[in-house]
């Protein structure tokens, strides 16, 4: 074959590779027109993971330390809770089979902090190991603060009675020194976003022997009380509850319940504090 028309053969057939391409494109903007009206899914993973968070700081929370079991005199003594005096720190929970809730909170700390700082937020832990003892919670919510934090999730898994299943989240009430005034409509918010989005990614059930709707309002805990940056307690299950415990102890599963973290925190986030739920009555 002589060469040129080898040549235009070759432009034919790129043509029609080209032709069919634009082809499928345009059949798949045309499917997307159909689906909703174009726009980015309204609180879906896909839609809130192209958000970057460039610019935005979180802190996340670890619950409890790998060295607070040995050390009672250190976590025992009474901190500033806002308005009225409580332990520095507490062991926490863990499943009958012995995994310790400090290790639950810090594992799916940095599991969320990976995700998150791949969406551009600069991303703080309160604690950098399993091993020491504290912080206090009056330090943890230092953190937050001195960082102003655009938000804050201190990260616990229950320990409820072992026939109650599910997971909740935990906004503040006014402190009862009435400093975290602020705090309270953001953070219920924030509450709201990330009771979506953790149900989204884990399929755990809200939690039924508490709160409503898998939420409950404090203001016993001094992480809450001594925030001025919006913040809330994620109670990821119950591991007191054989079921709630087969989950969490699946890395698979808590690979999941980070991006539900980071995507609650993302769907705050982008909405600027100004929509969510709104709180239980
Ligand atoms: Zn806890």
Same mark, same amino acid.
Request: glycine share 14%; with cysteine; net charge positive.
């Given at each position: 074959?002589?060469?040129?028309?080898?040549?235009?053969?070759?432009?034919?057939?790129?043509?029609?590779?080209?032709?069919?391409?634009?082809?499928?494109?345009?059949?798949?903007?045309?499917?997307?027109?159909?689906?909703?009206?174009?726009?980015?899914?309204?609180?879906?993973?896909?839609?809130?993971?192209?958000?970057?968070?460039?610019?935005?700081?979180?802190?996340?929370?670890?619950?409890?330390?790998?060295?607070?079991?040995?050390?009672?005199?250190?976590?025992?003594?009474?901190?500033?809770?806002?308005?009225?005096?409580?332990?520095?720190?507490?062991?926490?929970?863990?499943?009958?089979?012995?995994?310790?809730?400090?290790?639950?909170?810090?594992?799916?700390?940095?599991?969320?902090?990976?995700?998150?700082?791949?969406?551009?937020?600069?991303?703080?832990?309160?604690?950098?190991?399993?091993?020491?003892?504290?912080?206090?919670?009056?330090?943890?919510?230092?953190?937050?603060?001195?960082?102003?934090?655009?938000?804050?999730?201190?990260?616990?898994?229950?320990?409820?009675?072992?026939?109650?299943?599910?997971?909740?989240?935990?906004?503040?009430?006014?402190?009862?020194?009435?400093? *975290?005034? %602020?705090?309270? !409509?953001?953070?219920?918010?924030? +509450?709201?976003?990330? $009771?979506? @989005?953790? #149900?989204? =990614?884990? &399929?755990?059930?809200?939690?039924?022997?508490?709160?409503?709707?898998?939420?409950?309002?404090?203001?016993?805990?001094?992480?809450?009380?001594?925030?001025?940056?919006?913040?809330?307690?994620?109670?990821?299950?119950?591991?007191? *509850?054989? %079921?709630?415990? !087969?989950?969490?102890?699946?890395? +698979?599963?808590?690979? $999941?319940? @980070?991006? #539900?973290? =980071?995507? &609650?925190?993302?769907?705050?986030?982008?909405?600027?504090?100004?929509?969510?739920?709104?709180?239980?009555?």
């Amino acid at each position: 074959m002589p060469v040129r028309i080898r040549r235009i053969l070759v432009l034919q057939m790129a043509g029609v590779v080209l032709l069919a391409l634009m082809a499928g494109f345009a059949l798949r903007f045309a499917l997307n027109r159909l689906d909703g009206d174009g726009a980015a899914p309204a609180g879906g993973a896909a839609g809130v993971a192209a958000v970057s968070l460039a610019g935005r700081t979180i802190v996340l929370d670890p619950g409890h330390d790998g060295g607070n079991s040995g050390a009672g005199a250190v976590i025992n003594r009474l901190v500033p809770a806002g308005g009225f005096d409580k332990e520095c720190d507490t062991v926490g929970a863990q499943t009958a089979a012995g995994y310790p809730e400090h290790a639950f909170t810090f594992d799916l700390a940095q599991r969320t902090a990976v995700i998150l700082r791949a969406r551009g937020a600069r991303v703080v832990l309160t604690r950098g190991d399993d091993t020491g003892v504290g912080p206090c919670i009056d330090q943890r919510a230092r953190t937050g603060n001195d960082l102003r934090a655009a938000a804050v999730v201190s990260i616990h898994a229950d320990g409820g009675p072992v026939t109650g299943r599910g997971f909740h989240v935990i906004a503040p009430a006014l402190s009862p020194d009435k400093a *975290n005034a %602020t705090i309270l !409509a953001p953070s219920t918010r924030l +509450a709201g976003a990330l $009771r979506t @989005a953790f #149900g989204a =990614a884990t &399929g755990l059930p809200l939690a039924d022997y508490l709160g409503r709707e898998g939420m409950t309002i404090r203001s016993d805990l001094g992480g809450l009380n001594l925030s001025r940056v919006p913040k809330v307690f994620l109670e990821c299950g119950n591991m007191s *509850n054989s %079921t709630d415990a !087969a989950a969490l102890v699946e890395p +698979a599963w808590r690979a $999941r319940a @980070a991006t #539900g973290i =980071a995507d &609650g925190l993302t769907a705050f986030l982008r909405e600027g504090g100004t929509a969510g739920a709104a709180p239980p009555d």
